[in-house]
Every structure is written in structure tokens, then in C-alpha cells.
């Protein structure tokens, strides 16, 4: 399938003749509302070979035409296929389906069949050509489904016996050439990775002195319709509810800083004044990403979501770039062990004014860049760089760290020295995690060019890129910021 398959996470993603990938794909969480379509502009003329499917079932699509698996299939039928007896010329322009024995396609989740377009018909009204925003503003279009009772030759009227055989009754293909007229509409009652494919067939026209041959020429959109109103990627919406629990339990969190604050004001150290700064940052990060999340949803990708994404960007960066700063002065002994770090001081700063460039890198492109086509030496320049900052930061963090408690340990500073141990097991602890996930990430994104990659992965790729290290973020910060609170004892 490799040779006209692959992906795409848009929403609303538009399909043309010219397209080298005749297939798109996306994630959806199913449900009663949930649904696709797949619309053409009235310009649009010839005929194509359609399926829209789940992707537990593509092992079905295509013949292979050797026992050899490094072959590729026959998708479509043609007269070529008919005549080596791959498909019947009943199917011709249709896509070959390899059922086994004892399943018929109203067994899978496949909706397939031969579309004649539009403008093959002189009775079809003129229109401009469709583009997202128009379809998406237009009731008599998309995304609007048809109400429940709707009745077409591929969407049949739902009964009693719906959650035992809904495929079956919603989603049954045409049994002849079907003449495009309204959007494709394709409900999806069940979560998973769905495909629209389309393939142009071209049809000869015999006439008394030559045969036409007319090469199919479209303009569509297909829509992905999930449960949830919006216009994001199902496998991004995750972020937008999970952003929002941040931002509550880093609002507590704050509130209960807050109040320590208060009740020790006139024994505060210069590292809680560092620590307040950075919950006030925290709590401003959680809400700008919830607010582009939210923000895409409602309104797509577009000139103001890229400068909102680079606000967030560096909103993120900064908060890593000052974190792992405050952990590296506070693991040198400053205001503990010495009074001043020097020149020292200089390198800390310099290590993290790279890590706060290099973080804005990162964050901007993991969510701009599309892991499935971008070559792996691109991904590798946003990494890379990211990793040996956080990497010297985590080396001398620890280096620091052990130095500072044997020393606390020659002076038998018994209290200091409980602190900065505890600290340094918190910190054992988050990089012992970071490990295992580096390992679970890579494994995992090793195999990003496998064809099933996306149909594995689009429910956990936000959490293997976003979520697990926000969360571990939020779990030491919260250790740490215990460690540091203010007492009435701080000036021990």
C-alpha cells in the first residue's frame, strides 16, 4: 500500500487530482455524532474509485498479485485485473476487497464503491470551488449530518438491533455507480484510525470515429466530524482537558505557596522569591497552552495560531530553562555553602540562555513538524541540541549536588544535609523515569515509518511527546517546592 498510502492528522484536509498520496487519514473517537464527509467541488469531473474504512480492516484492501510480500497489491479494478482474475467486472472502478471466507464487506467497517462527479451530469448547478471555511459556515453542506431517519443507498435507516450490527445498517456500500449529487456522509459509532483513499479511473468513450478517453479532475475536502466540536486532530484533543487539570492543580498549588509566603514573610530566603516567580510562571504557561489548544480548536491552523504557539514556546522554554537554573545554584551551595559562585556563576547563566533557545526550537517544532514525513536529520537538529543542554544541565546538577553534601557532611550540618540528600533522591528519581521513557519514546518512534504507525500510535503520540514530562515536571517541582518551603526555621 506504500506506493499511494499516507497520512494526514489535518481535520479538514482538501483532496486534488494533483495529490501524489491518493489517501488521508485520521484518528477519531466515535460516538452518535461523530462522522465523515467527503465532498467535491461541482467542477469536479470523471470517475474515481472510493473507500472509507477502519484501519484494523486494510489487511483486507487490495489482491496480492504473488505470494512474494514484497510485491505490491492491485487496489483498483481494472480491465488488466479483470482479465488476470483478481476482481469480476461487476467491481471495475472499484476497490478490490480480499475478504476471507465467510465474511461479506457488510461484516467490516469498509464503504466502498464507483463515483460519477458532478460536473459528468449537465443538470448539476454551478458552484465555486470548496474550500474549508466555506464548507464549514454552510448549513446545507457540511458538517451538518443527515437527521437519524435519513435513508441513501449507503446509509440505512437504524433499528433496535443497532449496537449489534450497526456497521451493517449504517455504513453499506452502493451496489452500482454512484452518482455524486451531496457531501459523503460516513458515520463512526466506534473510536480507531479511519481512511478515505480515492483513486482516478479513467474511462474510454467509444464513438463512431475514435475513443475519448476522459481523465478524471477533482476538488474536494474531507472532513473529520469527532465527537467533540472543534477543529482539532483527535489525537491532539487530549491536550486541551489535560492542560486545563495543569492549570488547576498548578493554581492550588500556588495559592497554598502563597499563603506559606505570607504567614513567613520576614524569614523568606532569595530561593522562595525565585520559587514564587516560577509558580507565577507555571500557572501562565498552563493557561496559554490550554488557550491554543482551545484556540485551534475553534478556529485551525493559521497566522495568529503560529505567533500564539511561539508565545507558548517560549513560555515553556523559559519555565525549563529557569528550573533547571534555580536546581543547578541551588545544588552549587549558594547562600548555603558560600555567599557568592564567582565566575561560576557566569557558566550557569550561559547554560541556560542555550537551553532557553533551544527549547523554543524544540517546542515549536514538535508541534509543527509531521513526524510520519519529515526526515529523521530534521528531528534530530530540533533534539539534539535540546538534549545536550539538558543533558550538561542533569551532569553537573548531580555533580554539584554530591559535592555540596559531602561537604555539608564534613561540617556535620545534620539539618542542611537532610535537605540536600532528599533533594538528590528526588532528583535520582526523575532521571531514573526520564530513562525508562527515553527508551519507551524511542522504541516507539522507531518504527515511525512503518505503515501502522499512525493507526498504533495516535492515541498515546500527545502523551509520549507532552504529557508524561509535564506531569513528571509537576510531580518534583512539587517535591522540591516542599523541600524549600517557607518555615518559621528558614534562616537555619
Not at 245 to 254: L, P
Request: proline share 4%; hydrophobic share 45%; glycine share 6%.
Amino acid at each position: 500500500m506504500s506506493h499511494f498510502l499516507s497520512f494526514a492528522r489535518a481535520y479538514e484536509v482538501p483532496i486534488l487530482d494533483t495529490d501524489y498520496s491518493r489517501q488521508i487519514c485520521s484518528g477519531m473517537w466515535g460516538g452518535s455524532s461523530a462522522f465523515i464527509n467527503v465532498s467535491f467541488a461541482a467542477s469536479s469531473q470523471g470517475q474515481l474509485a472510493m473507500v472509507i474504512y477502519e484501519w484494523a480492516d486494510a489487511k483486507y484492501l487490495g489482491n496480492a498479485t504473488s505470494t512474494d510480500e514484497d510485491l505490491p497489491k492491485i487496489y483498483v479494478c481494472t480491465s488488466s485485473a479483470v482479465l488476470s482474475g483478481f476482481c469480476t467486472r461487476e467491481q471495475l472502478g472499484r476497490f478490490i476487497l480480499d475478504l476471507p471466507n465467510g465474511k461479506t464487506i457488510n461484516d467490516t467497517s469498509f464503504w466502498s464503491t464507483r463515483v460519477d462527479l458532478p460536473a459528468n451530469k449537465t443538470s448539476a448547478s454551478p458552484t465555486s470551488a470548496i474550500t474549508a471555511d466555506s464548507l464549514w459556515d454552510n448549513p446545507a453542506g457540511n458538517p451538518t449530518p443527515p437527521a437519524s431517519p435519513y435513508d441513501s443507498p449507503w446509509r440505512r435507516r437504524s433499528s433496535s438491533s443497532y449496537l449489534v450490527s450497526s456497521r451493517r445498517q449504517i455504513n453499506s456500500s452502493p451496489a452500482d455507480i454512484y452518482s455524486y449529487t451531496s457531501p459523503i456522509s460516513y458515520p463512526v459509532r466506534k473510536t480507531g484510525f479511519y481512511c478515505v483513499a480515492v483513486i482516478p479511473v479513467t474511462v474510454q468513450s467509444p464513438t463512431a470515429e475514435t475513443d475519448i478517453t476522459r481523465h478524471p479532475s477533482y476538488n474536494g475536502l474531507v472532513l473529520f466530524k469527532n465527537t467533540f466540536d472543534g477543529k482539532l486532530a483527535a489525537t491532539d484533543y487530549p491536550k486541551v482537558n489535560f492542560y486545563f487539570a495543569m492549570f488547576i492543580v498548578y493554581s492550588v498549588f500556588g495559592m497554598t505557596w502563597a499563603w506559606l509566603c505570607y504567614q513567613h514573610m520576614q524569614e523568606l530566603l532569595p530561593i522562595q522569591y525565585y520559587l514564587s516567580g516560577l509558580v507565577g510562571l507555571l500557572i501562565t504557561e498552563m493557561v496559554a497552552n490550554w488557550g491554543y489548544y482551545r484556540y485551534l480548536n475553534a478556529h485551525g491552523r493559521s497566522t495568529a495560531s503560529t505567533a500564539f504557539l511561539i508565545v507558548v514556546a517560549i513560555l515553556d522554554a523559559g519555565r525549563n530553562s529557569m528550573s533547571f537554573f534555580m536546581l543547578l545554584v541551588v545544588s552549587l551551595g549558594l547562600n548555603v555553602v558560600c555567599e557568592s559562585l564567582g565566575r561560576t556563576m557566569l557558566k550557569c547563566q550561559a547554560l541556560a540562555v542555550a537551553h532557553f533557545i533551544f527549547g523554543i526550537l524544540y517546542a515549536i517544532g514538535i508541534v509543527e513538524l509531521e513526524l510520519e514525513s519529515t526526515s529523521a536529520l530534521i528531528l534530530l537538529l530540533f533534539i539534539i541540541p535540546l538534549a545536550f543542554t539538558l543533558s550538561g544541565f542533569l551532569l553537573w546538577i548531580m555533580y554539584a549536588l554530591n559535592a555540596t553534601i559531602a561537604q555539608l557532611r564534613a561540617r556535620k550540618q545534620r539539618y542542611k544535609l537532610k535537605m540536600f540528600e532528599r533533594l538528590y533522591y528526588i532528583l535520582l528519581f526523575s532521571v531514573l523515569i526520564i530513562g525508562v521513557f527515553f527508551v519507551v519514546s524511542s522504541m516507539s518512534f522507531s518504527g515511525r515509518l512503518a505503515e501502522d504507525y499512525a493507526g498504533r500510535t495516535w492515541r498515546v503520540r500527545w502523551w509520549l511527546l507532552d504529557g508524561w514530562l509535564a506531569l513528571l515536571y509537576l510531580v518534583s517541582f512539587i517535591a522540591i517546592s516542599f523541600l524549600w518551603r517557607p518555615t518559621a526555621n528558614n534562616r537555619r
